[in-house]
């Protein structure tokens, strides 16, 4: 198993002490080559979820009262930093929704993926350069070189977003942590990035897609979980089935919801 989350519970200690459980007895499990999408409305723990398995969320003020984060077997949760920053990147590749607050804004594009190269493969800065140049062509970017001696702020959200698919794919990562990652782009740049993400993952990798957008579910997801609250309330091996019957009444009003919305396009 690839990963295997069990009963994970995350919680938030705010400055006053007051305690927010944001994920509850969360059990998932993720195989190689298989994408699982995470759906739900805003707030109900998704994105605590998917960055504590990288164990991204600031602590304090997060927490883990409960469970275990098995990454190949390891538990991410008990795992040593030094041990932590070899496997992001590397090992597990993240594309968020908001490609500014993970791209440094004081360094040029080339540079910083040169960086996220030279960090975890033996290879002249010379091969990391050619590499990265490769990865911007691969993301759809046109006018390569121009772009590579770009700074982040330079560049359209849908670019910034193509150079983080970039950064999250290049290293050919087991696990790729997908959070929102076309929910800030117009609508028709939203198609290209998910084709993108779709064609570069590794067919052995495994894809952990979090979303409240129910059509990308149904185009890319080969099993899907449903939160509530914090909650998995929800899970199904078969999206098209889920999509046709859903049984919570939760899942019911999503899936409503998302057909509404479609027709007013
Ligand atoms: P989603 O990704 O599904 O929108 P989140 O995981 O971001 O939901 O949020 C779940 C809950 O955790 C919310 O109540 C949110 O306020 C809380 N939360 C998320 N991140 C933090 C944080 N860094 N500090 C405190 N509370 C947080
Ligand atoms: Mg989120």
Redesign the pocket.
């Known amino acids: 198993m690839l990963l295997k989350i069990e009963d994970l519970s995350v919680s938030?200690r705010?400055d006053d002490g007051d305690v927010?459980a944001?994920?509850i007895d969360v059990n998932l499990e993720l195989e190689r080559g298989e994408v699982l999408g995470l759906v739900?409305?805003?707030?109900?723990?998704?994105?605590?979820?998917?960055?504590s398995v990288a164990r991204l969320?600031?602590s304090p003020?997060?927490f883990y009262p409960k469970g275990r984060i098995l990454f190949d077997g390891e538990d991410m949760l008990s795992m040593k930093l030094e041990d932590l920053r070899k496997k992001r990147g590397k090992k597990i590749g993240v594309v968020f929704q908001d490609p500014m607050g993970s791209l440094s804004p004081l360094h040029r594009i080339s540079d910083q993926l040169v960086e996220t190269i030279l960090l975890h493969e033996d290879m002249s800065k010379k091969a990391a350069n050619d590499m990265a140049l490769e990865w911007l062509g691969k993301v759809g970017i046109r006018n390569v070189p121009v772009i590579a001696k770009a700074y982040p702020h330079e560049l359209s959200g849908g670019m910034q977003q193509r150079v983080m698919i970039a950064m999250g794919l290049m290293l050919g990562p087991d696990l790729v942590i997908a959070?929102?990652p076309t929910t800030a782009l117009d609508v028709t740049v939203q198609a290209q990035v998910l084709k993108l993400m779709k064609d570069l993952h590794q067919a052995n990798s495994g894809v952990l897609l979090?979303t409240?957008d129910l059509g990308v579910v149904s185009q890319m997801a080969t099993k899907l979980a449903v939160?509530k609250n914090?909650r998995v309330i929800e899970k199904s091996d078969n999206p098209a089935e889920f999509f046709a019957s859903p049984k919570h009444p939760y899942s019911q009003s999503l899936i409503r919801e998302a057909r509404k919305m479609e027709l007013e396009y």
């Open positions: 938030f705010n927010n944001a994920a739900g409305e805003s707030g109900s723990g998704k994105s605590t979820v998917s960055m969320l600031p003020p997060a959070d929102e979090i409240h939160m914090g």
